[in-house]
C-alpha cells in the first residue's frame, strides 16, 4: 500500500477537502506533543486566549489557556460552558430519529452547514486523522478545527488518539469528520451549546458550535459508535468497568452503569478513607452521628473501561456473560469529589506526576504552577465549578487492561438524595440491592438522572438520562436500543445485576461509599449469584432484593443501611412514599417505549409487569438467569 506524504494525499470528503484547500494554512497534528505546543500559542508562550471576532460583539475570549508543570489548564469565561447542556444535541438530517431535530429549533440546516463551512475556510485551521472507537470495532475519522482552539484538539487527540500520517494509506476512508466552528454559538444560538449531526449513508458529519469537549470531541464520538452499533445490531454500553482481583487472588469484573455523576469514574478508584485509615460509611443528616467500616486490606484494582465499553460481536465468547472492550484512548475524569490533597492519592498522583502532560479543564492553574485537581475554579464567588475534568490517557493508569473482559456483575449507579420522615424522597435503594435481568432492563430504560449532577446544567426534580444512560449521545429511535439492550441482556445469562445508590442511603449521606463497600464484598465473595435464604424481596418490588446482612472482613454492616425503612429517621411510611414516587417516575419514563410501534413483544411484557405492579418473582421468570 502507498503511504501518504502530505494530507492533499488523503481520500477526502469533498467538503473537508475543499476546506483544507481554501484554508490560509493547514496545520496537520501529527501527536499530542505539537498540538499541545500550539494550545498555548507556540513554543516559549505559556498563555494563549482562545478568542474570536463575533459579528455584533466584537471580539470574545472564549477560553484561557495556561501551561502548568503537567500539562496545559483551560478555563472557560462562563460558567455556564463548564458543563454539558443535556440539550444541546440536534439532529440535521431526515433519518429516524426521536431526538430534537435542527430546523425544528433554528430552522433550515443547509444555510447553517454552508456558513459554517464557509467560515472555516476563511480561517488557519488544524485538523488530524484518528479512528472513532478500535480497530474492526469503528471508523476512520477526520477533526477540522481553527487552529487556535489546539486545547480543544489535543482532548479530542488525547479521548479518541491521533493517527500520524506516515501510518496512513490511501486505504484511509473517513466516515466520521468533526467540524468546529465556535463563534456560531453567539451568532446563530443565542449563547447555547449547540452539536449537530448530520448522517448521510457514507459519512456522518458533527458540527460542534461550541469548544466544550464533552457535547462533541466526548460524547459526540459516542453518538457516531451508537450510530454504528444501532445499524449492525450491537451496542456501546455507558459504563466504567474494573477486574476486582480479592486479597485471595479471586478475580470479578464488575461493570458499572449510570447516567453522568452516576459513579462510573469512582469505581474505578479505591475507597476513600480518614485520616485513621477507616472508611467513613456515612453521616446522618439528622442526628449527625457518623458510621466507619474498618478494612485494612482492600482488592486490586485493574482498570478496564472508563466512560464507554464497546460490546462488538466479534469479542463475545459464547459462554453466556456480555464482553466488553474499551472504546477510548483516554478517560474523561470529573474531580469534584476530590476535595483535598489525601483524599485520593492515587489519582493526585497521576495528575500531580503524570507519565505525559494532561489537559485540565475548569482547574484553577496560573502559568508554570502545578494543575491540583482539587483546585477547581470558581463559578461565582465561593462557589467552586461542580465539573472540574482532566483527560487521563490510558497508558498514564496503572494496572489498565487493554483486553476485552467477561462481565459478572453490572452494575447500575444512581444519585439518591436524603430521604427522611419529614421529607421522603425516592432515597430508599439500600446500600446494594440485587437485580433479576428483567428488572435490571427496565432500569437501563429509566435511568434516573439523579440528585444534584454535576456533571450537567442542572434540572429540577427526578429526571432520566434516556436508555441505557447514553440517550443524549444517541441519534436514533429509543425502542432500537431497548431492544439492542434486552437482546444483550438475553445473551448473558449468567451476568448478574446490582444496584448502587450514592450521595444517600435514606437518612445516611454516603457519597460513593456503598460502592466501594459493594464492590469488596462482592469480589470476596465470588459474585452476586445468592442462594434465596440470604436474600429478603425489597419492600418495593423496584429495587429487586435486599440482603439481609453483610459483612467485610469480618465487620458487619448496619442492617438500616441494607433496608432503609429500618432507619429510625425513615421507617415505613416515608419508604413507601419514596417508592410511590419510583414507580410514578418508572410509569411515565416506560410510556415513552410503548406508545409507539418498535419495541419487541417480550419488551413490551416486561414493561407491564411493572405497570402491574408485579413483584420480584414475576421478574425472574420474565428473564430466568443461568
Not at 496537520?28 to 471576532?53: K, M, Q
Not at 489498565?400 to 444512581?414: L, P, Q, Y
Not at 469488596?520 to 435464604?533: V, W
Request: hydrophobic share 40%; aromatic share 10%; with cysteine.
Amino acid at each position: 500500500m502507498s503511504k501518504i506524504s502530505s494530507w492533499k494525499d488523503l481520500n477526502l470528503p469533498a467538503d473537508a477537502r475543499a476546506v483544507l484547500e481554501a484554508a490560509p494554512s493547514v496545520t496537520w497534528f501529527e501527536n499530542s506533543t505539537d498540538i499541545l505546543e500550539a494550545a498555548v500559542g507556540g513554543p516559549g508562550s505559556d498563555t494563549f486566549t482562545v478568542s474570536y471576532d463575533v459579528p455584533g460583539k466584537g471580539v470574545v475570549d472564549e477560553v484561557v489557556v495556561n501551561r502548568v508543570k503537567n500539562g496545559i489548564a483551560a478555563n472557560y469565561t462562563t460558567a455556564y460552558m463548564r458543563r454539558r447542556d443535556p440539550d444541546c444535541m440536534f439532529i440535521a438530517d431526515k433519518g429516524v430519529t426521536d431526538k430534537t431535530r435542527f430546523q425544528d429549533s433554528y430552522g433550515e440546516w443547509e444555510p447553517v452547514r454552508e456558513a459554517a463551512l464557509e467560515w472555516l475556510k476563511g480561517q488557519n485551521v488544524a485538523a488530524f486523522a484518528y479512528l472513532a472507537g478500535r480497530k474492526g470495532m469503528g471508523v476512520d475519522a477526520l477533526v477540522i478545527a481553527p487552529a487556535n482552539a489546539g486545547f480543544f484538539a489535543l482532548g479530542l487527540a488525547q479521548l479518541q488518539g491521533i493517527i500520524p500520517l506516515k501510518e496512513l494509506t490511501k486505504d484511509f476512508n473517513p466516515k466520521a469528520i468533526i467540524y468546529v466552528a465556535p463563534p456560531f454559538r453567539h451568532t446563530h444560538f443565542n449563547g447555547k451549546q449547540v452539536v449537530a449531526h448530520n448522517r448521510t449513508p457514507d459519512l456522518h458529519e458533527l458540527f460542534s458550535f461550541n469548544l466544550y469537549p464533552g457535547p462533541s470531541a466526548k460524547k459526540g464520538i459516542y453518538g457516531v459508535l451508537l450510530t454504528i452499533g444501532e445499524r449492525e445490531g450491537w451496542v456501546t454500553n455507558h459504563c466504567s468497568t474494573v477486574q476486582v482481583v480479592t486479597p485471595y487472588d479471586n478475580t470479578v469484573t464488575i461493570m458499572h452503569e449510570g447516567a453522568s455523576g452516576g459513579g462510573k469514574s469512582e469505581m474505578l478508584e479505591q475507597a476513600h478513607r480518614e485520616a485513621d485509615g477507616r472508611v467513613l460509611l456515612g453521616r446522618n443528616v439528622v442526628t449527625g452521628e457518623k458510621r466507619h467500616l474498618e478494612m485494612p486490606r482492600t482488592c486490586d484494582l485493574f482498570p478496564v473501561t472508563d466512560d464507554m465499553a464497546l460490546a462488538h460481536p466479534s469479542i463475545q465468547k459464547g459462554d453466556d456473560r456480555l464482553y466488553v472492550t474499551d472504546a477510548e484512548e483516554a478517560w474523561f475524569l470529573r474531580v469534584n469529589h476530590i476535595t483535598g490533597y489525601g483524599t485520593d492519592p492515587f489519582l493526585e498522583k497521576a495528575t500531580v506526576e503524570p507519565k505525559e502532560p494532561l489537559l485540565f479543564l475548569s482547574v484553577d492553574a496560573v502559568p508554570g504552577s502545578t494543575a491540583l485537581i482539587w483546585e477547581p475554579v470558581m463559578d461565582e464567588p465561593g462557589k467552586p465549578c461542580p465539573n472540574p475534568r482532566v483527560v487521563m490517557p490510558r497508558r498514564c493508569v496503572d494496572n489498565v487492561v487493554d483486553d476485552a473482559v467477561g462481565v459478572d456483575i453490572r452494575s447500575f449507579g444512581v444519585r439518591c438524595p436524603p430521604c427522611t420522615k419529614h421529607k421522603p424522597t425516592y432515597g430508599i435503594m439500600g446500600l446494594v440491592q440485587i437485580l433479576p435481568p428483567a428488572l435490571a432492563w427496565l432500569w437501563r430504560l429509566t435511568a434516573p438522572r439523579g440528585h444534584a449532577n454535576p456533571s450537567i446544567v442542572d434540572t429540577e426534580g427526578m429526571s432520566s438520562e434516556g436508555v441505557g444512560s447514553y440517550w443524549p449521545f444517541c441519534t436514533g429511535r429509543r425502542v432500537d436500543q431497548a431492544n439492542l439492550l434486552l437482546e444483550q441482556f438475553g445473551k448473558a445469562r449468567k451476568t448478574r445485576y446490582i444496584i448502587c445508590p450514592n450521595q444517600h442511603v435514606g437518612a445516611w449521606e454516603v457519597g460513593f461509599a456503598p460502592q466501594w463497600i459493594a464492590r469488596e464484598y462482592l469480589a470476596r465473595r465470588g459474585g452476586a449469584k445468592f442462594k434465596s435464604d440470604k436474600l429478603d424481596p425489597a419492600r418495593c418490588p423496584l429495587l429487586g432484593y435486599s440482603l439481609y446482612s453483610m459483612q467485610v472482613e469480618g465487620r458487619s454492616i448496619a442492617r438500616w443501611f441494607l433496608e432503609v425503612n429500618t432507619q429510625p429517621e425513615v421507617g415505613d411510611d416515608a419508604y413507601d412514599a419514596g417508592a410511590a414516587m419510583l414507580y410514578e417516575f418508572f410509569e411515565k419514563e416506560l410510556a415513552k417505549f410503548t406508545k409507539g410501534p418498535g419495541l419487541s413483544k417480550h419488551g413490551r411484557e416486561i414493561i407491564q409487569c411493572c405497570l402491574d405492579r408485579g413483584g420480584v418473582e414475576d421478574y425472574e421468570k420474565l428473564l430466568p438467569a443461568l
